[in-house]
């Protein structure tokens, strides 16, 4: 059964409750590096179920993401009131490949990108983070909410992340004993 978008709020949301969303998104890049580091790319590509993602289709998620974010962003500073499209994740990641990517190449583009997102974010002035959009699944969403949503959707793909590489790495023991 898919979730709700209420319940996808309140669960990206509660991934980040009384953390800064800043400080949280400043990080996220450093933990995937840590995370997959010594793995190849073969595990990288290692799906842990049928029908759920890879850590390379995880990572180059979030590297789509940020362009999004980029741009919803930028959008609603630009026009307070503006509509927020959603995309479909999954028919992004079919169409563009996710599957084949170099894990590492993405990670880099998602650091770049939540760099330059980041530094946008330090610029703008406090009022400015009450600006909004109206998210055609979610509703409203100000900046200050879709910061603390990037945020929350950072830690649920991190924790993803570590978890199959914990997966892998578990194996990769077992198979030398």
């Given amino acids: 059964m898919q979730e709700t978008a209420e319940q996808y709020i309140a669960r990206i949301l509660g991934y980040v409750e009384g953390q800064d969303a800043i400080k949280v998104q400043r990080t996220t890049a450093a933990k995937l590096k840590k995370a997959i580091a010594g793995l190849t790319p073969t595990q990288l590509k290692w799906r842990p179920q049928p029908g759920k993602w890879s850590i390379a289709e995880i990572i180059a998620h979030l590297g789509d993401t940020e362009i999004v974010a980029s741009w919803r962003m930028r959008s609603v500073i630009g026009e307070n009131g503006i509509t927020i499209q959603p995309f479909d994740q999954d028919a992004w990641a079919s169409a563009f490949e996710y599957q084949e990517r170099d894990a590492r190449r993405s990670l880099e583009l998602f650091r770049i990108l939540r760099e330059n997102n980041l530094a946008m974010l330090k610029e703008i002035s406090p009022a400015t983070w009450e600006n909004y959009g109206m998210h055609l699944e979610r509703g409203k969403e100000t900046i200050a909410h879709l910061a603390r949503m990037f945020a929350g959707h950072d830690t649920n793909h ?20």
């Fill in 158 to 177: 991190v924790l993803q992340v570590e978890r199959i590489a914990q997966q892998l790495k578990k194996a990769k023991k077992k198979k030398r004993r």
